[in-house]
């Protein structure tokens, strides 16, 4: 099966998908390989064998990027993708850009209607599987030749910046959802310290920050559940999970802040607050990623 003219990488996978899902229904899944030369028939083999031992798994062919003979584009492409990845993904991929890949059957099915036609069908399977299907990894062969044909075309600004943009999807949810529940904060959090400053002036950056959170977190919540994380996990349970995590984060932000107060007079209460606030965001989107909202 062929297509009349180059539609990407990603449609000519889905078309061997569906054709595989269509005519071969006794095949477990299927082996993908670049056609540049980096992947040796012993590497093919190797990922072979590991789907069998795990016929569930996405196998993914992983290079190693150490050594005098890699080229800086793979080096410096892969190492920043990997930490990208990695954080708005929550899962850890030693190589995200490989082809060499074990797809189960199963799973064929699903990236049918993943979007993306070019090379970031590959980056959206990852984010596909990140939380639904196992991902094992098997070391293979780095083979980089001087000819142009056995060159990686990786474009470390460009191809970083498109690959990016699809990893960031859902941190960039987060962070409207984040932004505009600190907006909300910062606003109630102002409003109340002017109303408890006079008749508690030790007390009042405390009772401020929890009569603001508990407004800002049910509003923060309904908005990560939904948009953010679209979660499916139980919402009495993720809710529960993600009240210990506002609770924790309110007294961690109503503690610091009023250290940060004692220390610095001088200084109007809301710019501490921002400060302590901007560090507790990084860690409550890999807390809430990891512990409280089942993607």
Avoid at 122 to 145: F, H, K, Q, W
Wanted: proline share 4%; net charge positive.
């Amino acid at each position: 099966m062929t297509h009349a003219e180059n539609m990407g990488k990603g449609r000519a996978l889905k078309t061997a998908f569906a054709c595989i899902l269509e005519n071969f229904p006794e095949v477990p899944g299927a082996v993908t390989a670049d056609s540049d030369g980096q992947h040796t028939p012993e590497s093919i083999i190797r990922v072979m064998n590991r789907m069998k031992q795990a016929p569930d798994a996405l196998v993914l062919g992983v290079r190693q990027f150490e050594g005098d003979g890699i080229p800086w584009k793979s080096r410096f492409g892969n190492s920043l993708t990997e930490k990208v990845f990695a954080y708005t993904a929550g899962v850890h991929v030693s190589d995200t850009q490989t082809g060499l890949r074990g797809i189960p059957r199963s799973f064929m099915k699903k990236l049918l209607d993943v979007k993306g036609d070019r090379f970031e069908f590959e980056t959206r399977m990852l984010l596909e599987a990140a939380g639904t299907v196992p991902i094992v990894e098997v070391s293979i062969e780095t083979i980089y030749d001087s000819e142009e044909n056995h060159q990686t075309h990786f474009k470390p600004i460009r191809d970083s910046l498109r690959i990016y943009r699809i990893f960031a999807g859902r941190f960039l949810r987060f962070l409207f959802s984040s932004l505009s529940s600190s907006v909300l904060d910062l606003i109630l959090f102002s409003l109340f310290c002017m109303v408890f400053k006079k008749n508690h002036p030790e007390l009042y950056v405390g009772i401020a920050t929890v009569a603001a959170r508990i407004f800002s977190a049910a509003y923060n919540y309904a908005i990560n559940y939904r948009l953010v994380f679209r979660s499916r996990e139980n919402v009495a349970l993720s809710g529960l999970k993600y009240l210990v995590l506002a609770i924790l984060q309110m007294f961690c932000s109503a503690a610091l802040v009023t250290m940060l107060v004692m220390l610095l007079p001088a200084l109007p209460e809301v710019l501490p607050k921002i400060v302590v606030d901007t560090v507790l965001f990084f860690i409550s989107y890999k807390i809430q990623q990891k512990l409280v909202f089942r993607v």
